[in-house]
């Protein structure tokens, strides 16, 4: 009876998170560029797309997935590591760049480039804590 809930519940949260994604995809919208800011706009919004689906696989794992550790590692002892607080950052500064980026008036193009750069490295950690299993220790 318990695997039947968790299983509804797993379901739901995959359906909440497609959901998510589409919602974003549409308020984002892309492959709407703006006319001088064409490159650094769509690089901006694929790689926070990127970033926002590594995202949510690693959400899912931490709540889902199987935690199997090796003998080797052991769970970090506080709950204040290097990798927690990583995760922290992730869930707050890429999402203050993406809402912000309309706020800008000066210096757009750095300020896209500098968060697609931040994307790019929290979906490139993101990704690696997914697969090595890294995610099993937080």
């Avoid at 769970?75 to 999402?95: A, K, Q, V």
């Amino acid at each position: 009876m318990g695997t039947f809930f968790q299983g509804v519940f797993q379901t739901f949260f995959l359906i909440g998170y497609v959901i998510l994604f589409i919602v974003t995809i549409l308020i984002l919208r892309p492959f709407r560029y703006h006319k001088r800011r064409i490159k650094s706009t769509i690089a901006l919004k694929i790689s926070y797309l990127l970033y926002l689906f590594s995202f949510l696989v690693f959400t899912y794992l931490l709540l889902f997935g199987e935690k199997i550790i090796s003998e080797e590692e052991q769970p970090y002892d506080t709950l204040f590591n290097i990798h927690f607080i990583f995760f922290l950052t992730s869930t707050i500064i890429p999402n203050v760049g993406i809402m912000i980026r309309r706020k800008i008036r000066k210096k757009r193009v750095e300020h896209n480039i500098l968060f697609t750069l931040i994307n790019v490295l929290y979906f490139i950690y993101l990704m690696y804590l997914s697969f090595s299993h890294k995610w099993a220790l937080m």
